[in-house]
């Protein structure tokens, strides 16, 4: 069993930064790919980020590619979610998933996720 709790979201100016946390709970989460998604109001929710296991691979979206940065920290348990350069659409809900796949494009598909955290970003 695997329990994802995200933090870190917040308000932030444009062109500001945050940093997002995805704490895993269980000895198995270094063994899970995990992926941030995001949901703004009226949209479907979209795959930004992903790890792998081990960090192996990553995944950018093209939406945020040199400004998102994605990495882990087995130690800790914990992902991250480096986010610089924000601009007014990056404001979402965003959401840490676990699934021990690679690379899967939709949220349905993961085994495990948590409730989100919101970023807002304003002009």
């Known amino acids: 069993q695997v329990q994802v709790v995200e933090s870190g979201g917040g308000l932030v100016q444009t062109g500001g930064s945050l940093r997002l946390s995805c704490a895993g709970s269980?000895?198995?989460?270094?063994?899970?790919?995990v992926a941030w998604f995001r949901q703004a109001p009226g949209k479907e929710r979209e795959l930004a980020a992903a790890i792998k296991w081990a960090t192996e691979a990553t995944y950018i979206a093209d939406s945020v590619k040199g400004r998102f940065t994605i990495s882990r920290d087995d130690n800790k348990n914990t992902v991250y979610l480096q986010m610089n350069s924000l601009k007014t659409e990056d404001t979402a809900v965003y959401y840490c998933?676990?699934?021990?796949?690679?690379?899967?494009?939709?949220?349905?598909?993961?085994?495990?996720g948590g409730q989100g955290t919101q970023v807002t970003v304003s002009s």
């Open positions: 998933l676990a699934a021990q796949r690679w690379l899967l494009r939709r949220a349905h598909e993961y085994t495990y």
């Open positions: 269980g000895r198995a989460f270094s063994t899970y790919a």
